[in-house]
């Protein structure tokens, strides 16, 4: 079965079994790296709309209350753009520190950060539970971006 086939099959499948679907499309992939991309666009498509609310992106930092100022897809948004800044600003791929509070669903929102970093190419160095000087060290200490 041909590539063209077996995702327009696939699609047609997910259709049936999720209704909010985004991505329908026939693709001829050239490679294993852009099956890869396209699989993650699917399974970015068939889950849950991103909510960022604008007026969570202050000067020098974001802060929102979530979930009601951003969802998952939209903490892993942020991550994705995050990254993308990031790696126009030093034409590689970068480390980036990342770490949580201790909030119950901190080690969450971490997980979907990190994916959206991933996605764009950074290297995340993850430090855990640890308090901001405590990530503003360990940015220092490795030697990150």
């Not at 985004?22 to 050239?30: C, Q, S, V």
């Not at 080690?107 to 970093?117: A, D, F, P, Q, S």
Request: net charge positive; hydrophobic share 35%.
């Amino acid at each position: 079965m041909c590539t063209r086939t077996r995702y327009t099959t696939y699609l047609n499948k997910s259709i049936e079994h999720y209704k909010n679907i985004y991505i329908i499309a026939r693709i001829k992939l050239d490679t294993a790296k852009d099956q890869k991309i396209l699989d993650k666009l699917i399974i970015m498509s068939l889950t849950e709309d991103a909510h960022i609310n604008s007026f969570g992106f202050r000067e020098y930092d974001a802060r929102w209350l979530y979930p009601k100022d951003i969802n998952k897809a939209g903490i892993k948004k942020v991550g994705q753009g995050l990254g993308t800044q990031i790696i126009s600003k030093t034409n590689r791929s970068p480390r980036v520190v990342v770490g949580h509070d201790y909030r119950s669903y901190s080690e969450e929102i971490k997980k979907k950060l990190i994916e959206g970093l991933i996605d764009t190419g950074c290297n995340v160095e993850d430090i855990g539970l640890a308090l901001s000087p405590t990530a503003y060290f360990a940015q220092l200490n490795l030697n990150t971006d």
